[in-house]
């Protein structure tokens, strides 16, 4: 009468390549967290910069500090950002209404009525709850796209449009995506158990394939970037009368939105023009930056 087998027990091969796994999970965690406040923390910089070079801040407001070994510009009452040109374009009125999504644009609905310029602390208030809301949904891995849009006060046109798309290296493959995987294994007669067990995931092998860089290399594209949002000013045209400004946040379909964050259009240029500028990527993240803009009449 024959005996059941006993279960084998783990080697120590075993348990130190689990080890080994949960290690690297976890230096990956600590990796993409550090990465995504590093994106979110460029998401602010860029919104000051855009705002400022634009006109939407007058100049007197902002003192010189450092960042991105750039010379930027700061103030005890507006969060830093870049130096502008020599001659800035005249500088527009600047009100509270901006907008967040998921997949769809979200609006700020509980926001106060659009202060006059000098309204710094409602201002910097403002941009402080947005980018609260911005830092969690980055740190989740939630956002797909981040847009400022800058609208003519008085015909309600938008006239400028600065997109960011945001890729996330190794994310998990879509559900659809391993089944046909599975099913493709199950159906081959040659695969091994052991050769499916220690085949890398699609999500590490995203991981993989992101190119390693210093912070110092990151730095430097970031920096870029911001020369090129500096020198825009060239091509861009004039910004006339007075203007707001909204935020747009797109962030996944089953993200937590908080109740004051209501729907939004997606504020597109009607017949505008488009100009892809410079990107940045971690290990983690990678950022493209696009503006589109309305052609002077």
Known sequence: MGSDAKPARA?????????DKEDKSKVHKLALKGSAKLVAEFFQYSIHTILFQRGVYPAEDFSAVKKYGLNMLGSTRLPPIPIPPSHPPPPCSLPLSSSSPSKVPRQLTNA???????????VRAYIKKIMSQLDRWMLRGKISKLVIVITD?????????????????????????SKTSKSSSSSSSSSKPTDQENAASPAED??????????QEI???????????????TFLP??????????????????????????????????????QLRGFSTSNHRVDTLVSYRLAD
């Open 11 to 19: 080697t120590k091969a075993t348990k130190a390549d689990k080890s």
């Open 112 to 122: 106060l009525p659009p202060p006059p310029v000098s309204s710094d602390d409602q």
């Open 153 to 177: 006060k008085d015909t309600g046109e938008h006239v400028e449009r600065w997109q960011f798309d945001v890729e996330i290296f190794g994310r998990p493959a879509k559900s659809k995506s």
């Open 206 to 215: 995203a991981a993989a394939a992101a190119p390693e860089k210093t912070e």
């Open 219 to 233: 730095q430097s594209e970031i920096a870029a970037i911001f020369r090129q949002i500096t020198a825009s000013v």
């Open 238 to 275: 004039q910004l006339d009368g007075d203007c707001t400004f909204n935020v747009l946040v797109y962030a996944d379909a089953d993200s937590e939105v908080p109740v004051e964050w209501g729907d939004s259009d997606a504020k597109e240029i009607v017949n505008g023009e488009r100009v």
